[in-house]
């Protein structure tokens, strides 16, 4: 059994930048891919990143590449997430997920994750 927090969302203006972290609890942590996603009421669960458990490969949504970076650290039980120059449409709750290593895992959907954290608002002002 995995449990994940996640924390560092809040208020921030257009153009700035947060750090999500997501502390995972048991002692498997660096046998799953973690992912992040975000949501926003009325709309579908939106893939945002996804980290291997080595780190060796990173995966991000269109609408992040180039600004947004993830990376964990293993020996922390934390998975991160490095948001810049954050937009308005960047708004939503953000949740860690993570997914055990098995064969036919897509890293993008999130049914194929089996643990979910609480999640953690951010919002971005224009």
């Known amino acids: 059994q995995v449990q994940l927090v996640e924390s560092g969302g809040g208020l921030v203006q257009a153009g700035g930048s947060l750090t999500l972290s997501c502390a995972a609890s048991?002692?498997?942590?660096?046998?799953?891919?973690m992912g992040w996603f975000r949501q926003v009421p009325g709309k579908e669960r939106e893939f945002v990143a996804a980290i291997t458990w080595s780190a060796s490969s990173t995966y991000y949504g269109d609408s992040v590449k180039g600004r947004f970076t993830i990376s964990r650290d293993n020996t922390k039980n934390t998975a991160y997430l490095q948001m810049n120059s954050l937009k308005p449409d960047d708004t939503a709750v953000y949740f860690c997920?993570?997914?055990?290593?098995?064969?036919?895992?897509?890293?993008?959907?999130?049914?194929?994750?089996?643990?979910w954290g609480q999640g953690t608002q951010v919002t971005v002002s224009s």
């Open positions: 997920a993570g997914a055990r290593l098995r064969p036919g895992l897509s890293v993008y959907n999130p049914l194929d994750y089996n643990y």
């Open positions: 048991g002692r498997t942590f660096s046998q799953y891919a």
